[in-house]
């Protein structure tokens, strides 16, 4: 998805990644929808946001794996002897 936001928002997007609040624009804009949506963005350190856009970007290089294997993996490591 593209987006092209009025300049100004673009600046306040810019300000909040140059001051290091988030690792990149993306984060800044799910930060600023899940605040509109929850009403409490607040839940989500920004640790978890960059962790949230590191997460999208894997997927994005096509470094995910699919839910299956996924599952597998968990099943094994959490399984009880």
């Given at each position: 998805m593209d987006l092209s936001p009025p300049?100004?928002?673009?600046?306040?997007?810019d300000e909040k990644v140059k001051a290091?609040?988030?690792p990149n624009r993306e984060a800044v804009i799910a930060a600023a929808i899940l605040e509109m949506h929850d009403g409490d963005a607040s839940?989500?350190?920004e640790a978890?946001?960059?962790a949230i856009s590191e997460g999208n970007a894997?997927?994005?290089r096509g470094?995910?794996?699919d839910l299956d294997t996924f599952r597998a993996?968990?099943?094994?490591r959490?399984?009880?002897p």
């Open positions: 300049h100004e928002i673009t600046r306040i997007i290091g609040h988030f839940q989500l350190d978890t946001i960059a894997q997927a994005d470094e995910g794996i993996r968990m099943a094994q959490f399984s009880r």
